[in-house]
């Protein structure tokens, strides 16, 4: 991952912010008949990431082999005239804040009924947990679950290398942070508000 060094995360820091992940990546690789992507809920356990995708997918058949998972975070448009350096030279630029997270690893994939009802479980509980009323794949009779989980393949990630990136204006003059982060604050759009608090939080 290309970055300045004082937007790339340390290797532990990178890892925290895998393990508290719980949005969607997109799982990249490469197959027969060229790069291939797929929006997935994946968890890491241990130094591994799991997860599933549809079976009518293709991009599971290209396994085993490398895939890169890309993890993002809070993104913007940062315009040069939230700056006082612009206001004072006009030396500035448009730029974009964000973060992410890549992980490289071997995808494997997993069909065994056992772990594959499992791998699903697992990531349901996750985000089932601190709900007033968590659904539970027990919840559901079996013969439907067993019939859905047909429909799903499991695969792991056994990682080889993680990266994370936080570009948040941390290269830039503390006036100049003060500006982008009181624009973003002053956003209705609540995207906007995500990266104005991680720049606060990057301080």
């Known amino acids: ?3 300045h060094p004082l937007h790339l995360m340390p290797e532990a820091e990178a890892r925290a912010a895998l393990a508290a992940f719980d949005r969607a990546a997109i799982l990249t690789v490469a197959g027969p008949d060229g790069l291939a992507a797929a929006h997935v809920p994946v968890q890491l356990r241990g130094d591994r990431l799991i997860g599933h995708l549809a079976r009518a997918n293709p991009i599971w ?3 085993p082999c490398p895939a890169l ?3 993002p ?3 913007t448009y940062v315009s040069p005239s939230w700056y006082a350096t612009k206001a004072e030279t006009g030396r500035a630029v448009p730029t974009w804040n964000y973060e992410a997270l890549h992980v490289h690893g071997a995808l494997t994939v997993i069909e ?3 772990q594959l009802r499992a791998l699903v479980a697992a990531l349901s509980d996750a ?3 601190g709900r007033p009323e968590p659904w539970s794949i027990e919840d559901a ?3 439907y679950i067993a019939t859905m989980l047909c429909g799903f393949v499991g695969f792991e990630i056994e990682i080889t290398r993680l990266e994370g990136k936080r570009k948040l204006s941390q ?3 503390e006036k100049d942070r003060a500006g982008v982060i009181a624009a973003l604050e002053a956003s209705a759009d609540p995207r906007d508000h995500a990266v104005a608090a991680a720049m606060r939080e990057s301080r």
């Open 69 to 71: 998972v890309i993890c």
């Open 73 to 75: 975070g809070p993104e």
């Open 127 to 129: 985000h089932e947990a």
């Open 112 to 114: 065994e009924p056992a």
């Open 171 to 173: 290269d830039k003059p």
């Open 1 to 3: 991952m290309y970055g």
């Open 141 to 143: 009779p079996e013969d």
């Open 61 to 63: 058949k290209a396994a």
